[in-house]
């Protein structure tokens, strides 16, 4: 079960915690990167009813042509949810710019939790530090984790060893293919860099994905990671 006062602890406000017993479904989405193209296609694939959850795991914004087109898109409906990516952050601090969002977007973004959560279930950015308690993590931590070494892009990554009975739902790397172990699921498979854009349909334990027929992106080969497969409980 998830630690939902360590998570508090930790997090304070920007934790959500949701009863995913209200909803029939829940799916999971990579980040979109401001391809709006691209997340009308798949939730055109996905055709979420309205007792449906879509949770996006951040990054909504930024690398891509239209963030406020996603954006409008995510404030649209109740049933899609957001947490807050690094990119998000960048943008509330100042450090990056984009076209066409507003003050009012602006605001929306910074109410966004930075994890959501259920039973068994933890959707945040990047992903979780197995080498401490969730109490004792940071929005930083959530936000951008991704090795346990000191090389970019180089395992040991931290889902490799995180081992927890709470399955953490994550992007912020993009991946050759989703990530799929007992403890997380990784979501990221690059959209905006010519990858696809992947959904995670919980009801039915299987991925949904588009791929685009762009590139809006270039990135260099070695910050693609290709996972290694693991069995699956």
């Not at 991946?175 to 979501?187: E, I, K, N, S, T």
């Amino acid at each position: 079960m998830i630690d939902s006062a360590g998570l508090d602890a930790a997090l304070g406000d920007a934790h959500r915690r949701i009863d995913v017993d209200a909803w029939t479904n829940v799916y999971v989405v990579g980040d979109v990167h401001g391809c709006s193209t691209e997340l009308e296609a798949l939730l055109d694939r996905l055709s979420p009813a309205d007792d449906e959850l879509v949770v996006f795991v951040g990054d909504l914004v930024r690398k891509g042509p239209d963030s406020a087109g996603v954006v409008e898109r995510v404030r649209s409906r109740p049933n899609l949810l957001t947490v807050r990516g690094n990119n998000e952050e960048k943008l509330l601090r100042g450090e990056k710019s984009v076209d066409g969002l507003d003050d009012d977007d602006h605001s929306w973004l910074a109410d966004q939790p930075v994890a959501i959560s259920w039973d068994g279930g933890l959707v945040v950015h990047a992903g979780v530090d197995p080498r401490k308690p969730l109490a004792q993590h940071t929005v930083d931590d959530v936000q951008t984790v991704r090795e346990l070494g000191d090389s970019d892009y180089e395992p040991p990554f931290w889902y490799d060893a995180y081992d927890g009975e709470t399955r953490v739902f994550f992007g912020h790397t993009p991946l050759d293919a989703p990530v799929v172990r007992p403890g997380a699921v990784g979501l990221d498979t690059g959209c905006v860099y010519g990858g696809t854009l992947t959904a995670y349909d919980r009801q039915h334990d299987r991925f949904v994905s588009v791929t685009p027929d762009r590139t809006v992106q270039e990135r260099p080969a070695r910050k693609f990671v290709t996972p290694r497969v693991t069995a699956v409980r």
